[in-house]
């Protein structure tokens, strides 16, 4: 009989974490959409995934004995919410894997970018101690606009302050913590794009956040600027970038993320660019942020196999939310 749960986009060093716990499961280790991932989940009544195997309306209608839907991550938008809940199908999350190391990814690609280091690299490689060509930028004073302080937010902007940064920031909601410790002055986003020397994303793809940095957003920018996403590549209208970009009126862009992820062809321009960064979508990927998605999403199937409350269960939070936020 086959396994009632199925795991997929499992790499092979985290197979033994799976298997461990879950020693009858179908672990797989590619990502599936469309009729590959119906069939995949046939007769499954719990599937763990990660960000890359896509549940439509339509997949989730033609799985009529899923129960339990889990993703290792804190997004969401490969799922089908809606069709997941008119179908009876408790969907959990991961809240905060690690918050820190997105944040750290993010000063991983401005440090690496500002003071050329793999420039430096490739020249006392080739045997060139030569520093001419290689004048950085210090982060020392700078205004960093921080879109979006949830969790991962929150942390930008406390490694932000070790570094004596200026700290501007939007949200729908403030955090008290992050003005009274951390000196964070929320602004509206106008503001923030006209101040900023740095601009990091930091919130999700929803239709208010579509392409909001695009043609519009960006002529109200400084003029060389830096933009950094390490958060969703849909927030960033592609082509507006590449000519900004081209244009210098955008400085440097540093990208974990794509709008079309995983197509090369649609990128390849703006990856080619000299003053861009594209890492694989790596600011998640460490050791201790990856044991812990596994380790929380394990723990949600045992809850709701025990038939306990699913603690990371996804359901709209209960805020009051009155600040104009990042509508476009």
Known sequence: MPSPTLFLEVDPLDRPMVTGQFPDAEVRSEALSGAELINACQGKEAVCCFIYSKFTKEVIEALPDLKLLCTRSVGYNHIDIAACRAHGITVCNVPDYGSHVIAEHVFALLLSA??????????????????????????MGKTIGIVGTGKIGFCVAKIAHGFGMRILAVDKCRIVELEAVYGVKYVDLDTLYKESDILTLHVPALPDTMHMIDAKAIGSMRSGVIIVNTARGELIDSTALLEALESGK????????????????????????????VTPHIAFYADDSTTRMFLESLYSIHQWQWKEKVTH?????????DLPGVKK
Do not use: W
């Open 114 to 139: 500002l003071r050329h280091v793999t420039e430096g690299d490739s020249k006392v490689e080739s045997g060139n101690f030569d520093y001419h060509g290689l004048r950085g930028m210090a982060l």
């Open 250 to 277: 955008v400085a440097r862009a540093l990208l974990d993320v794509l709008e079309h992820e995983q197509d090369f062809q649609l990128n390849e321009k703006l990856i080619r660019h000299k003053n861009v960064i």
């Open 313 to 321: 269960e996804v359901k709209p939070p209960t805020v009051v939310c």
